[in-house]
């Protein structure tokens, strides 16, 4: 079941974050420190903590709608030959 981050208002510890199965969230939890009865607090996903490699390929693709790159020839190939599989030399051959 998919989990999502809930975060809560204590009166006397400040915030702290509840991770629970999405759609399952109280309004009132009890503080993990003093245990009072919290209120639920919304606030923004963390749409900022996206890894590098994700945010230059969405750069990438935003910057392709208006200016694409041109290709003016065909890639060389870099694959490598993989050795074969060890189990492969078992195999009856015709």
């Known amino acids: 079941m998919p989990m999502a981050t809930y975060e809560y208002q ?15 969230a109280e309004t009132e939890c009890d503080c993990p420190h003093c245990h009072y009865p919290s209120r639920r607090v919304f606030s923004s996903p963390y749409l900022s903590r996206v890894p590098p490699v994700v945010s230059a390929a969405r750069a990438r693709e ?8 041109v290709v003016t020839s065909v890639p060389a190939e870099r694959r490598r030959p993989r050795p074969p599989h060890p189990a492969l030399a078992r195999l009856p051959r015709p």
């Open 62 to 69: 935003e910057r392709s709608q208006e200016a694409p790159e």
């Open 10 to 24: 204590c009166r006397d510890c400040g915030r702290f974050e509840v991770h629970l199965p999405i759609g399952t």
